[in-house]
């Protein structure tokens, strides 16, 4: 029962360009997401995050979208550098459940200068 | 700051054998601490959460025997893969939670690469 999901295995953007990474989940009592960012033999980096009361959250060229009604969240990366290129993972947590966090597949993003 | 290391990066054991990897948090006390798997391709799955001082709890299908888990201080805890097999050969991650950080986010440890031959 995947809970988190990513449909797009991998993404291929322009430099410079928006990068667009989508995330569904079916599990309403989520109320806190975040998005990690993964090179290859390393652990995921903290990138940004979103708690259930907002529908937006900002940070450089990171933005996260959360809409609720459809349970869906995004990640808009503008403007898209090759450094950008790596392993995007959603994840989101309950409240309840120790706060456990639950991976999304995963979805390779790289960034063609 | 939230800074999470992990000894070793890599370790090649025989059959039978077991292994021990450390998580740190180096920079703030971790309350919890959590162990993940990563098989090539695929998802972080959530082995086990451990707290400070209590018992780890186990995900479903996650052998607690095999996969002995301490979290002795605020900063540190272990994760001792006994008698392992080639199949137990993953990605090892844990992660840390605590402190002054946001409550949900949690900050991972670069990994170690087991091979079991």
């Known amino acids: 029962d995947q809970q988190v999901k990513q449909n797009s295995p991998s993404l291929s953007v322009q430099e410079g360009r928006i990068s667009i990474l989508n995330c569904d989940y079916t599990?309403?009592?989520?109320?806190?997401f975040l998005w990690y960012k993964k090179y290859p033999a390393e652990g995921p980096t903290f990138l940004i995050s979103?708690?259930?009361?907002?529908d937006k959250n900002e940070d450089g060229r990171f933005t996260v979208f959360l809409n609720k009604s459809a349970k869906h969240l995004s990640l808009h990366i503008v403007p898209s550098q090759p450094g950008d290129s790596a392993v995007y993972f959603c994840?989101?947590?309950?409240?309840?459940?120790?706060?456990?966090?639950?991976f999304g597949q995963g979805t390779r993003l790289t960034i063609n200068p | 700051g939230a800074v999470v290391s992990q000894h070793p990066s890599r370790v090649i054991c025989k059959s039978g054998t077991s292994v021990k990897i450390e998580c740190r948090s180096l920079?703030?006390?971790?309350?919890?601490m959590f162990w993940y798997r990563q098989f090539p391709k695929q998802s972080l799955m959530l082995m086990a959460t451990s707290n400070e001082g209590s018992k780890a709890t186990y995900e479903q299908g996650v052998e607690k025997d095999k996969f002995l888990i301490n979290h002795a201080s605020l900063t540190l805890s272990t994760l001792t893969v006994t008698s392992a097999h080639p199949e137990d050969s993953s990605f090892y991650i844990c992660?840390?939670?605590?402190?002054?950080?946001?409550?949900?986010?949690?900050?991972f440890g670069p990994g170690t690469r087991l091979t079991v031959t």
């Open positions: 992660s840390a939670r605590g402190g002054s950080l946001i409550s949900y986010e949690q900050y």
């Open positions: 979103i708690s259930s009361i907002k």
């Open positions: 920079d703030f006390q971790a309350t919890t």
């Open positions: 994840a989101a947590s309950a409240r309840e459940g120790a706060q456990k966090l639950v």
């Open positions: 599990n309403s009592m989520f109320d806190y």
